[in-house]
C-alpha cells in the first residue's frame, strides 16, 4: 500500500481529513509512529489502527492539527446543518451546544451559525 492509499483508508475509518497536512510533514509523522511500533509497512500500521483504540487516539493526537477557526471542516458543518440539526430542532426547540477545548470560541459560534442558518 502506498502513502496515499494509506491516507485515504486512514481518513475514511478515523473519520479525519488528512488532506490540508503538508505532505512531507503529515508522512513524517506516521513514520515515526510506524517507527516506535517497529511497522514496516502501512498495511500492517492501517491493521493496528482497525483494531487498537490507543493507537488510534495516539494517532490522532500525533497528527491532527490543533487550531480553531470558524467552520474549520465544511464537510462536517456542512453534515451536521443537513442531517444532525434538522432532526435535534423537530425534537427540541431550544438546544445546549457545549464545545470542548476551544481556543478562541470560534467553533461554538460556528454551531451557532448554523442553528441560526437552520432554524
Request: glycine residues 4%; positive net charge; contains cysteine.
Amino acid at each position: 500500500m502506498d502513502f496515499q492509499t494509506f491516507k485515504r483508508q486512514v481518513g475514511h475509518e478515523l473519520q479525519v481529513n488528512l488532506e490540508g497536512y503538508k505532505e512531507t510533514q503529515l508522512k513524517r509523522r506516521i513514520d515515526s509512529l510506524m517507527s516506535v511500533l517497529g511497522l514496516a509497512s502501512y498495511e500492517e500500521y492501517l491493521e493496528r489502527l482497525r483494531r487498537d483504540k490507543a493507537q488510534r487516539q495516539r494517532f490522532l493526537d500525533k497528527i491532527t492539527i490543533n487550531v480553531s477557526e470558524f467552520f474549520r471542516n465544511p464537510d462536517s458543518f456542512a453534515y451536521l446543518e443537513k442531517h444532525v440539526l434538522p432532526v435535534l430542532l423537530r425534537k427540541w426547540s431550544r438546544l445546549k451546544v457545549w464545545s470542548a477545548g476551544c481556543a478562541n470560541g470560534a467553533e461554538p459560534y460556528s454551531i451557532a451559525i448554523s442553528l441560526q442558518e437552520v432554524a
